[in-house]
């Protein structure tokens, strides 16, 4: 590799020939929280109070205290968030690699087949005709599933919780397995609420995104925006999670480098 090769990219970058995609969703009290059925433990919404602003509690600085859980928002699922990802060393956000937080990126656009389907899934065979055309899963890389989901703005329409579970699309759970066993990724990633399928607590595993994928010591990210800017390949993801000590997971500022063609 060229010793310039940082240098460039750093140049690139300040003349925009790469691009810098925010790809999180803005945090506000109305972030849309996972909900789970009755006899769980919810999860607190975000929120935000003031401590000062340019008055007498501090007449120069404004702050605020906030509050929330660590799958809020735009979200990053440590191994550890999973009982089959309880005993990886390196699997809270304060022990994984950092290496592992800046990695490609592959995007597989089910924006069509989810507007068509709410509880779309997305299959190996979509996967393998996918490859077909844009080669195969790179080792290590993200896999992201383009849903357009985040362009439901009322966190209603966004959960879409229904009598029988929400109707979210996902992966199914050969998905899943075949991205853990046949292609070694680093996680996977949605625009919905959650890594699985609104009905995936029916699935064999119940859960696959966060059973399979944890169990594999792999990462996951949920509540991701504007995928619709990313290529197919070719993007950099940087996620880096708070280091919360013992973390399962956290808000996350996702955001991707991409060259235009
Ligand atoms: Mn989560």
Same mark, same amino acid.
């Given at each position: 590799? *060229?010793?310039?090769?940082?240098?460039?990219?750093?140049?690139?970058?300040?003349?925009?020939?790469?691009? &810098?995609?925010?790809?999180?969703?803005?945090?506000?009290?109305?972030?849309? =929280?996972?909900?789970?059925?009755?006899?769980?433990?919810?999860?607190?919404?975000?929120?935000?109070?003031?401590?000062?602003?340019?008055?007498?509690?501090?007449?120069?600085?404004?702050?605020?205290?906030?509050?929330?859980?660590?799958?809020?928002?735009?979200?990053?699922?440590?191994?550890?968030?999973? =009982?089959? /990802?309880?005993?990886?060393?390196?699997?809270?956000?304060?022990?994984?690699?950092?290496?592992?937080?800046?990695?490609?990126? &592959? &995007?597989?656009?089910?924006?069509?087949?989810?507007?068509?389907?709410?509880?779309?899934?997305?299959?190996?065979?979509?996967?393998?005709?996918?490859?077909?055309?844009?080669?195969?899963?790179?080792?290590?890389?993200?896999?992201?599933?383009?849903?357009?989901?985040?362009?439901?703005?009322?966190?209603?329409?966004?959960?879409? *919780?229904?009598?029988? !579970?929400?109707?979210?699309?996902?992966?199914?759970?050969? *998905?899943?397995?075949?991205? &853990?066993?046949?292609?070694?990724?680093?996680?996977?990633?949605?625009?919905?609420?959650?890594?699985?399928? /609104?009905? /995936?607590?029916?699935?064999?595993?119940?859960?696959?995104?966060?059973?399979?994928?944890?169990?594999?010591?792999?990462? /996951?990210?949920?509540?991701?925006?504007?995928?619709?800017?990313?290529?197919?390949?070719?993007?950099?993801?940087?996620?880096?999670?708070?280091?919360?000590?013992?973390?399962? !997971?956290?808000?996350?500022?996702?955001?991707?480098?991409?060259?235009?063609?």
């Amino acid at each position: 590799m *060229a010793k310039d090769t940082l240098e460039k990219l750093a140049k690139a970058i300040a003349k925009k020939k790469i691009r &810098v995609i925010d790809l999180t969703q803005t945090l506000r009290p109305s972030t849309p =929280v996972i909900q789970l059925p009755p006899q769980f433990a919810p999860s607190s919404p975000f929120s935000i109070s003031e401590i000062s602003h340019y008055d007498e509690k501090g007449p120069a600085w404004y702050w605020n205290d906030i509050a929330l859980g660590e799958h809020t928002g735009t979200h990053f699922d440590a191994p550890i968030h999973w =009982v089959t /990802g309880k005993d990886y060393k390196d699997g809270a956000t304060d022990t994984v690699d950092v290496q592992r937080f800046v990695a490609p990126a &592959v &995007v597989i656009n089910c924006a069509k087949e989810a507007a068509k389907d709410e509880k779309f899934l997305l299959t190996p065979k979509h996967i393998l005709a996918w490859e077909k055309k844009h080669g195969q899963i790179p080792d290590g890389a993200w896999v992201l599933m383009r849903s357009d989901w985040s362009k439901r703005t009322d966190p209603a329409l966004f959960l879409n *919780a229904k009598e029988d !579970g929400p109707h979210t699309p996902g992966p199914s759970a050969d *998905a899943v397995r075949f991205l &853990v066993e046949e292609r070694n990724v680093n996680g996977w990633g949605v625009e919905a609420v959650g890594t699985d399928a /609104g009905q /995936g607590f029916a699935f064999e595993p119940a859960f696959p995104a966060h059973t399979l994928m944890h169990g594999a010591n792999k990462f /996951g990210l949920a509540s991701l925006c504007n995928l619709d800017k990313l290529p197919p390949t070719g993007a950099v993801l940087i996620v880096t999670p708070l280091k919360i000590e013992r973390g399962s !997971g956290s808000p996350v500022r996702v955001i991707a480098l991409v060259q235009d063609e």
